[in-house]
């Protein structure tokens, strides 16, 4: 199974790194919403939609995602 390095600059603002493992991106950046963001954004798909608006954002993005 594929291992994701993952990365989010919070609101606080802090940096969250984590490696997730799971069978796809969508997937990893899923499971590292649900376990690791616990501010700023509700727990539930609108605050993973937000969240994935922060994280990919064209001008200032506040996340990265790599395959390992």
Same mark, same amino acid.
């Given at each position: 199974?594929? *291992?994701?390095? $993952?990365?989010? $600059?919070?609101? *606080?603002?802090? !940096?969250?790194?984590?490696?997730? +493992?799971?069978?796809?991106?969508? &997937?990893? %950046?899923? %499971?590292?919403?649900?376990?690791? $963001?616990?501010?700023?954004?509700?727990?539930?798909? +609108?605050?993973? &939609?937000?969240?994935?608006?922060?994280?990919?954002?064209? +001008?200032?993005? %506040?996340? &990265? $995602? !790599? +395959? !390992?």
């Amino acid at each position: 199974m594929p *291992k994701y390095a $993952i990365a989010f $600059i919070t609101p *606080k603002p802090s !940096l969250v790194h984590q490696v997730v +493992e799971m069978d796809s991106r969508e &997937s990893a %950046l899923r %499971l590292y919403f649900n376990q690791f $963001i616990t501010s700023g954004y509700s727990q539930d798909s +609108e605050g993973f &939609s937000y969240f994935k608006e922060d994280f990919f954002d064209a +001008e200032n993005p %506040l996340g &990265s $995602i !790599l +395959e !390992l």
